[in-house]
Structure formats: structure tokens, C-alpha cells
């Protein structure tokens, strides 16, 4: 059974630094597409960065040139190292996985390309002005 437990949200104020780290088991594939969602109030679900299990990576515009994705395999974990934070990145950001064969890519920057199936439950991050 595949499991996403994230932890590293946290109050920051605009212009602020953050990491946050999402622990996975139980995912054997050989091929996967692992990353970050973030959901607000008046945001629905959306992704933010993600990464293949080869290295390549896939951002959203909002997170281009600010957040940086990356996957420790030795530790199992997954990171998003997120800087010069802004309030409109107030979100609960969810970790999020699925094997590649159940995705047409591993892209968050193509709608409808990376389909979790699997979510962890979340961590809050609070940006403010």
C-alpha cells in the first residue's frame, strides 16, 4: 500500500524560504511520476511541480524560477524547496503519486497529464504580506 506523508508547513512572510518533504512507501513501480498539488479555498486542486522517476521534472508557470522539485531515492523522499514565497502561494500542498503507466505524462504544466493516484493528506503553508 503506497503512502504520502508530508511535513515542512509552516507561517513564512513574502519573501520567505521553504521546504517541504513528503515521505513515500510501499510505491514499487519501476516507472512513476511523484509531486506537488496545492488547494486553497478559492483554488481548486492544482499542480505545482512534479518529477519522474528518470529526473526529468515539470513545473507550473506560478512555480518556474521559485520552486525546485527533487527526489532523494536512497531515502525515499520527495522535496519541494519553495523561495521568494508570496501570498498567493497560501495553499495546503499535498504530495502526490502514481505509476507512470496510469499517466499520459508526468507533467503539471499539461492539465489533465498527471493523474495521482495517490495523495497524502496534506501540510499547510501560510504566506504573509
Known amino acids: 500500500q503506497v503512502q504520502l506523508v508530508e511535513s515542512g508547513g509552516d507561517s513564512v512572510q513574502t519573501g520567505g524560504s521553504l521546504t517541504l518533504s513528503c515521505a513515500i512507501s510501499?510505491?514499487?513501480?519501476?516507472?512513476?511520476?511523484v509531486g506537488w498539488f496545492r488547494e486553497a479555498p478559492t483554488i481548486r486542486r492544482e499542480g505545482v511541480a512534479c518529477?519522474?522517476?528518470?529526473?526529468?521534472?515539470d513545473y507550473a508557470d506560478s512555480a518556474k524560477d521559485r520552486f525546485t522539485v527533487s527526489l532523494d531515492k536512497s531515502k525515499n523522499t520527495l522535496t519541494l524547496q519553495m523561495n521568494n514565497l508570496k501570498p498567493d502561494d497560501t495553499a495546503t500542498y499535498f504530495c502526490?503519486?502514481?505509476?507512470?503507466?496510469?499517466?499520459?505524462?508526468?507533467?503539471?504544466?499539461?492539465?489533465?497529464?498527471?493523474?495521482?493516484?495517490?495523495w497524502g493528506q496534506g501540510t499547510q503553508v501560510t504566506v504573509s504580506s
Open positions: 518529477i519522474e522517476n528518470n529526473g526529468n521534472t
Open positions: 502526490a503519486a502514481t505509476p507512470l503507466i496510469w499517466a499520459r505524462a508526468c507533467a503539471v504544466s499539461r492539465p489533465g497529464h498527471f493523474l495521482p493516484r495517490y
Open positions: 510501499g510505491l514499487t513501480d519501476r516507472k512513476y511520476c
